[in-house]
């Protein structure tokens, strides 16, 4: 199973940016840690980062073919991007949408995020642990899918016979 986790503008300035909202903890040690949680799941996880609306599409496009599921926190341009909306309905893949927090307790303006309607599922405000449940959840729904195809094939070949 392979996943691409996709994080969006100013989560590069995890450590340093509003620390009462998002802890003091760096992008890079929640990559880390991320890491050593889908090691245990046997999971390989790619990371990428980018504060460029164009950048993340792309990004989103390319794992088609390339990963079984996407990890998104498209940070301020979920409440803005219909392209980045876009991108994660035409790749069709199992997508989770994380928000390290709560989006519901902040300005009224992030209470809606336009890229969460075409995501399977999301999580808010548990902070770093938010992409751990996401993996966990995404590894869940991969596995589903897995086991529909499987039947689906066994159903096929016996058709055959």
Avoid: W
Avoid at 25 to 34: A, R, V
Avoid at 102 to 121: L, M, P, Q
């Amino acid at each position: 199973m392979k996943i691409m986790i996709i994080q969006g503008p100013n989560l590069n300035m995890l450590g340093v940016r509003d620390p009462k909202i998002y802890g003091n903890i760096t992008l890079q040690t929640i990559h880390e840690n991320i890491q050593k949680h889908a090691e245990q799941m046997n999971i390989e996880v790619d990371f990428f980062q980018s504060n460029f609306e164009g950048e993340i599409v792309d990004k989103i496009q390319e794992c088609l073919g390339q990963y079984n599921g996407i990890i998104i926190n498209p940070a301020a341009y979920s409440h803005t991007s219909v392209a980045i909306r876009d991108a994660i309905s035409s790749v069709n893949l199992p997508t989770i949408e994380v928000h390290i927090s709560n989006i519901y307790t902040r300005e009224d303006f992030r209470h809606k995020s336009i890229t969460a309607a075409v995501c399977a599922g999301m999580i808010t405000g548990f902070g770093p642990m938010s992409y751990h449940l996401a993996l966990q959840g995404l590894s869940q729904i991969l596995g589903e899918i897995q086991a529909i195809q499987q039947a689906q094939a066994q159903a096929q070949t016996m058709q055959q016979n």
